[in-house]
């Protein structure tokens, strides 16, 4: 038993490849399949992430059933992957080019359609982004972009934006200077009492 899981039936320099080059098929095969892919899954996206692992599998593991067979393709995964997310990190063009660059989808509230046919981007979820971000039509929307991990982000225009802290302290400031005119103004005395102060009587 222990001979069994613990002996590669394969060597481990093609079970390394074969993780590699997977790797680098599935990275290629969504790097194309565009951005919303890679967010907000469905039905069918889900179906064929299932359906990829299995497709795959053997592919990677090849005619090896060994314990220490998939600990090798695991850690091997797990490397690449992380090499992969330093030069992406270290590199904004190896970034450009396995993520690709954000493609603006709504601008000035009008929804781009060429942009969003091309990546399969429903009105609904656009609509469903601009209610996230507290506006109540695309209209609203100064500017909406699709980023390369899949989030849809939105910019409201100024007059459909909520109020920021700053716009209600300045508000509450000017609310105070009215206040202290409207004070002031009260406790001024008025012309016609300053008449009847200086002792005159006023014209029969």
Known sequence: MW???????????EKVLRTVFVYAAMVALFRFSGKRGLANLNTFDFVVIFLLSNVVQNAIIGQDNSLLGGLVG??????????????????????????????????????LENA?????????????????????RISDVASAR?????????????????????DIQRL???????????????DRPSGREGAHDDGRQPPG
């Open 146 to 166: 699709l980023e390369p991990d899949g989030q849809l982000i939105v910019e409201l225009k100024s007059s459909a934006g909520n109020a920021s802290r700053g």
């Open 74 to 111: 695991a850690v091997t995964l797990v490397a690449v992957n992380a090499l992969m997310n330093r030069w992406a990190v270290a590199d904004t063009r190896v970034a450009r080019l396995l993520e690709g660059t954000p493609t603006t989808v709504v601008e000035d509230g009008s929804v």
């Open 116 to 136: 969003t046919r091309r990546l399969a981007v429903r009105p609904t979820e656009i609509e469903h982004a601009v209610r996230i971000q507290n506006g109540e």
């Open 3 to 13: 001979h069994d899981m613990l002996t590669v039936q394969l060597p481990i320099a």
């Open 172 to 186: 509450e400031e000017r609310l105070a200077s009215i206040e202290g005119l409207l004070r002031a103004a009260a």
